[in-house]
């Protein structure tokens, strides 16, 4: 078993599960020719853009919440990680 010690391993797998999530939900809109959705940045419309947003607020609360009541567990002893 791999233990994560490191502060920025675990915010790594946090973020990398937050991008997975989020980008993954984003509905692309019927009006979307090929890579062309319009403003402001051509692949996004203010729509997709709105989404990605919101998303990120709401998977980093998710995910984070999760990762600190973990720790907060295993530290108390209520939870421990897997010996090899």
């Not at 973020?15 to 999530?21: E, G, T």
């Not at 090929?34 to 607020?57: E, I, K, R």
């Not at 998710?62 to 530290?75: D, K, R």
């Amino acid at each position: 078993m791999i233990c994560i010690s490191s502060i920025l391993q675990r915010s790594g797998i946090v973020l990398a599960f937050v991008f997975a999530r989020t980008f993954s939900r984003i509905r692309v809109g019927p009006y979307c020719d090929g890579l062309n959705c319009g403003t402001p940045l051509g692949l996004l419309d203010w729509t997709m853009v709105s989404q990605t947003a919101l998303g990120l607020v709401e998977n980093i609360g998710l995910f984070g919440a999760t990762a600190l009541v973990l720790e907060y567990f295993i530290a108390k002893g209520y939870i421990m990680k897997m010996e090899e």
